[in-house]
Each structure stands twice: as C-alpha cells, then as structure tokens.
C-alpha cells in the first residue's frame, strides 16, 4: 500500500461565510469520506485558517526570518489534509470525490504521493 496526502484547499472568506446548515452538510459529507476509507486513513485534521500561520524563511544572507501568515499569498488557502493509505491513486480519486471541496466551486483538492523512503 501506498501513502496518499489529500491537501484540502479552499476560500477562507466562502468558509467563513457559511451557515450552520451548510456546514452540517459539509461535516456529512466529510464523515462519508472517513467511513469509506476507514483504517486507510492514518491522519488527517482540519486547519485553522490562514492568518494564524507562521513562516520561516532564509533571506539572502542566510539569516531566517519569520512573518505571520502563510508561505504563499493566494486566494485559496490549505485547509486541512488527509493522510491515506490506499493501493494506487485510482482508488485514492474515488474516495477523495466523496469530499465536499471538491464540489464546492471555491474549493479543490490535491492528491501527493508521499515519498517512501524505505
């Protein structure tokens, strides 16, 4: 079995902007997913929104530096993972379709496999 990490990406102003329904929606959906792939996922969690992250970087002279907010400045920021273990990336697509950002217009999904080092 190979490692899939399912990177949820998403609008964090279209999240903030849903009602409690469609929320409950979303949770359902999200629930779907965990029970289809069962002990195939090893980990997963959902973020907290982009604001809150930190990062570091080298500048030219080598010495690090540290901003608030994410690594990239886009409109669609991560916002949780799962991390999977699944026979190939065909069966990682059909679990990942249960997800609800992938039927969102304002969100997505990327699929990585994870390297395996032995």
Known sequence: MAKYMILIYGDAQQWDAMTDEQWKAHDAAHESFVAKAGTQI???????????????????AGQIQTTDGPFLET????????????????????????????????????????????
């Open 42 to 60: 090893i980990d997963g969690q959902q973020l907290e929104m982009a604001p809150t992250a930190t990062t570091l970087r080298s500048d030219s």
């Open 75 to 118: 409109k669609e920021a991560l916002g949780g993972y799962y991390l999977i273990e699944a026979t190939d990336l065909d069966e990682v697509l059909s679990m990942a379709t249960l997800l609800p950002e992938v039927h969102a217009s304002h969100s997505g999904v990327e699929i990585r496999p994870v390297v395996d080092h032995g």
